[in-house]
């Protein structure tokens, strides 16, 4: 199981990106998808997480990113999008998606057993 996040970047505070989570070989659909980061010196944290399609499709953001973030699904793609809005240079980390690969999983997951390369996402002027 590969997983890829892309759409990293530099960009200026209060810009706007959106990451992508695409799997090779297989839909996401079908899956609970978390995102996480991690910034230099500091531990990884929890970002997003959105249950499959088959079961609510629940979202969870974690409360610094609440009014900023949106996490989606591209069901035609079946790919797991972060847009992220009002980009804060507290913001600046390696994004990460990561799932368990359960058919039908909700958030909270409780293992994520698959992870992604990151994608480098710098807020800076």
């Known amino acids: 199981v590969q997983l890829q996040a892309s759409g990293g970047g530099l960009v200026q505070p209060g810009g706007s990106l959106r990451l992508s989570c695409a799997a090779s070989?297989?839909?996401?659909?079908?899956?609970?998808i978390g995102w996480f980061r991690q910034a230099p010196g500091k531990e990884r944290e929890g970002v997003s997480c959105?249950?499959?399609?088959?079961?609510?499709?629940?979202?969870y953001l974690v409360d610094s990113v609440k009014d900023r973030f949106t996490i989606g699904r591209d069901n035609a793609k079946g790919t797991v999008y972060l847009q992220m809005n009002s980009l804060k240079p507290e913001d600046t980390a390696v994004y990460f998606c990561?799932?368990?690969?359960?058919?039908?999983?909700?958030?909270?997951?409780?293992?994520?057993?698959?992870w992604g390369q990151g994608t480098q996402v710098t807020v800076s002027s």
């Open positions: 990561a799932t368990d690969k359960i058919v039908g999983g909700g958030c909270p997951v409780y293992n994520y057993d698959y």
């Open positions: 070989g297989f839909t996401l659909n079908y899956y609970a």
């Open positions: 959105i249950s499959s399609s088959d079961s609510d499709g629940s979202t």
